[in-house]
């Protein structure tokens, strides 16, 4: 995962243009802050957890965590100044590189809440994360391979798309530049991504797969009938594997969906049906409160 310099939101509080460490200093008065976070993902080796308190505009540390595979936070207290403590008015969560020279948050925000008394209530919807609410997602799909002439491969490509009016099939808020959407289907329990798009009324800005017999739909898709990745061969039956829309960091060099997939199902058994495609952010979304 790439991580870059700073998020511009257009709001001064939150705009993170400039950032101060909290200092270990045993002279001044600390305040205790506890996280109480649920349905965090496990990050990679080299990445960490970084909170943040938002005190006069500008971003300050508060600590930096780790998740393990059944989602236990390796810390929720953490010491912080008592002064910033009590002025803070928003806690966002980061992701960042383990071995971090750069003071600030990374663009990488997944969490946040502003403060109301001692406690903020966070979530991804938070204007310095995704800025966006996710909870009325939805969606639908069909299992067809329009870039090819051959009718029986129809159970090899996936498109998002609304088969009985050619209209747009999933329904998603816009996001923030430096968050992407990429639809992905996991074959043979390897995820392989049928693009990655910023508007589900446009087709996507990958067709690695796609057959070269015909044009693709202007929606999100992928024919799965070439330039198999290894391990695999096209074409190949979808029917019962799992179809995810997840939202990427942008850019991004990882090859498997980030933590963020707010639809989800698996493959319907037909071509040419269309299928509901189901939101997943009540169980998938990280959630949570913080306390000062």
Request: aromatic letters at 8%; proline letters at 8%.
């Amino acid at each position: 995962m790439k991580t870059a310099s700073l998020l511009l939101l257009g709001v001064s509080l939150f705009a993170f243009t400039a950032c101060s460490e909290d200092d270990d200093d045993s002279s001044s008065n600390q305040g205790n802050l506890e996280l109480n976070l649920s349905q965090l993902a496990q990050v990679e080796a080299d990445e960490v957890y970084e909170g943040w308190i938002i005190v006069d505009g500008a971003p300050v540390s508060t600590g930096t965590f780790t998740v393990d595979d059944a989602g236990v936070l390796s810390r929720t207290r953490f010491t912080v100044d008592e002064a910033d403590l009590a002025a803070a008015t928003d806690f966002v969560l980061s992701i960042e590189p383990k071995q971090d020279n750069d003071p600030a948050p990374s663009d990488i925000k997944i969490l946040g809440g502003a403060f109301n008394g001692d406690e903020a209530m966070v979530s991804a919807a938070h204007p310095a994360a995704l800025n966006a609410d996710l909870s009325n997602a939805m969606g639908t799909y069909l299992l067809a391979t329009p870039t090819t002439s051959d009718m029986t491969d129809e159970l090899s490509g996936v498109w998002f798309l609304d088969g009985s009016n050619g209209s747009a099939g999933l329904d998603l808020p816009a996001l923030p530049a430096n968050w992407i959407y990429e639809g992905w289907a996991v074959i043979n329990g390897t995820p392989v991504s049928t693009g990655r798009f910023s508007d589900p009324s446009v087709a996507d800005l990958d067709a690695p797969f796609s057959g070269t017999d015909a044009g693709s739909p202007p929606f999100p898709g992928e024919d799965f009938v070439m330039n198999a990745p290894n391990g695999l061969t096209f074409p190949v039956d979808l029917a019962g594997m799992p179809l995810v829309i997840s939202i990427e960091p942008n850019p991004d060099n990882s090859e498997a969906p980030f933590a963020f997939k707010p639809l989800f199902t698996m493959a319907g058994a037909m071509d040419h049906v269309n299928y509901p495609i189901e939101n997943q952010v009540a169980s998938n979304f990280p959630t949570g409160s913080v306390s000062r």
